[in-house]
């Protein structure tokens, strides 16, 4: 992500890896401390999901978040995302799944 007023890289948008066997891909974004709240994060991440579901080898597209960063779940739910639950994670404990599947 890059920001329009001072042409600097703010942030970054990724997939873990291609689709699995499923057609499943996750997706992660983040956002440096100074330009939070501006926005980057739902039009990047937004796009990418666009992007990846009108792939043909994806069928759903994933993302975590901690319960903790609410924040982040608002991103996932302003780009259409369903939230699915928790899931156990190695790093977090405890994690926030969503999802969004190739309509």
Do not use: C, N
């Not at 970054?12 to 401390?33: K, L, R």
């Not at 759903?60 to 994670?89: N, W």
Request: proline share 6%; hydrophobic share 35%; aromatic share 6%.
């Amino acid at each position: 992500m890059i920001s329009r007023e001072r042409a600097v890289i703010v942030g970054s948008v990724v997939f873990h890896g291609g689709p699995d066997a499923q057609g499943e891909v996750e997706i992660a974004y983040g956002v440096e401390g100074e330009s939070q709240g501006q926005g980057y994060a739902t039009e990047g991440t937004r796009a990418a999901l666009d992007w990846a579901i009108q792939q043909p080898e994806v069928s759903v597209v994933r993302a975590i978040t901690p319960p903790f960063h609410h924040a982040s779940q608002r991103v996932l739910e302003k780009i259409g995302m369903q939230r699915l639950g928790t899931i156990p994670h190695d790093m977090f404990g405890e994690v926030l799944e969503y999802e969004k599947r190739r309509p």
